[in-house]
């Protein structure tokens, strides 16, 4: 990487800041230091900067606030890596979503600080000839008060459901049973475009054959038996939000090619009608199964993946996150009597298998 790089560091504590200056100076990098928001906005404002690692919490304002200052004005195609000593889930997914880089959290790793700035100055040299992309839309706020854990894993997801809810794009979230896969998918809506709008959810694994496709795409009058009057499936209801489709693996064959049809061109039919319909629903789908082709045991068609994991989340199972059993635990006992559990019972569930 040519050493006229630019990385601008805006952190307010001076040892930090002049550690993290020594650190990109070593990496062949110009380095520019500013102690908070108002030395960074000079700083962009009188030379060309390849690269922003800002700190969240500074003394003249707050670093998210910045963020989307920074990429909703000139300055919007430069990567901004955020960084901080308070990783939680909502911070990680609105930094994110309102299009940070990357996020790294303190004590920094410096492995993982040196790859995320040699990636960003890489990509802000790419981006020079594309132009700057457009203006980061405004999005939900509500945070993800069910989203717990602060584990390297859980911080993957947490930059993964910013990203999706930044994007249009379809989503499929994998993991085992008990992972949280609709709180993820909750969390992309509500910090999307699309938070006003419904969140429809429903778990093709609890549904007979026969009644999913009129449950996706409605009915009309005298279709089958029963069938006394018109009725709207998830498609229209979801209209212009969310439709979560839940254990998408277990959908018939059959189905999954209706199912297709929605996805790629947006449109379906009443079962019993002839009548084209458009929908505008972001999708959002979900399995236990593994679906990836060439995976053993796929039930799920290999057009219909790739059309739906266009953005793909992986939520790791609790094994592998057991930094996050205390958080956990003290999330699940807010509302009750109880304040915490004791050091015995602690131990007990951080060495369950």
């Known amino acids: 990487m040519s050493a006229l790089s630019a990385v601008l560091i805006v952190e307010d504590e001076p040892g930090l800041r002049q550690g993290l200056c020594d650190v990109v100076q070593a990496m062949g990098l110009s380095a520019v230091a500013a102690a908070g928001i108002a030395e960074g906005r000079r700083a962009l404002e009188a030379q060309t900067i390849d690269c922003v690692l800002l700190d969240i919490r500074l003394r003249d304002g707050d670093g998210l606030d910045f963020l989307r200052e920074l990429r909703a004005g000139p300055a919007r195609d430069v990567p901004v890596i955020v960084a901080t000593a308070y990783g939680d889930s909502e911070r990680t997914i609105r930094a994110m979503r309102d299009g940070a880089f990357d996020y790294l959290t303190k004590p920094y790793d410096l492995p993982l600080l040196r790859t ?5 100055t890489k990509q802000r040299a790419l981006s020079r000839a594309a132009g700057p992309p457009a203006p980061v839309a405004a999005a939900g706020e509500r945070p993800a008060s069910d989203l717990v854990g602060t584990s390297a894993a859980m911080l993957g997801v947490w930059k993964l459901i910013g990203r ?31 938070a ?16 999913i496709e009129s449950e996706l795409f409605g009915h009309e009058r005298g279709a089958f038996t029963g069938a006394t009057a018109r009725r709207s499936g998830r498609f229209e209801s979801a209209g212009e939000g969310t439709l979560f489709l839940d254990e998408i693996g277990d959908l018939d064959p059959a189905l999954q090619t209706k199912l297709l049809r929605g996805v790629q061109e947006g ?7 002839d009548e084209v319909l ?66 015995e019972a602690m131990a007990g569930l951080l060495g369950y298998a």
Do not use: C, M, W
């Open 196 to 211: 006003g709008e419904p969140f429809v959810a429903i778990n093709l694994a609890a549904l007979p054959p026969t009644l």
């Open 116 to 120: 995320a700035v040699l990636r960003a």
């Open 278 to 343: 458009r929908t505008r629903a972001r999708i959002i789908a979900a399995t236990n199964r593994p679906v990836r082709p060439g995976s053993s045991g796929v039930t799920l068609r290999e057009d219909l993946y790739y059309r739906l994991a266009v953005i793909e989340i992986e939520v790791p199972p609790l094994r592998a996150r057991r930094s996050d059993i205390p958080q956990l635990v003290s999330h699940a006992l807010r509302g009750t009597p109880a304040r915490a559990v004791s050091e």
């Open 164 to 194: 999706a809810a930044a994007s249009t794009a379809p989503v499929l979230i994998t993991g085992e049973t008990g992972t949280g896969k609709e709180l993820v998918a909750r969390a992309i809506h509500a910090y999307s475009v699309r």
């Open 267 to 273: 449109t379906f039919e009443r079962v019993g009608g």
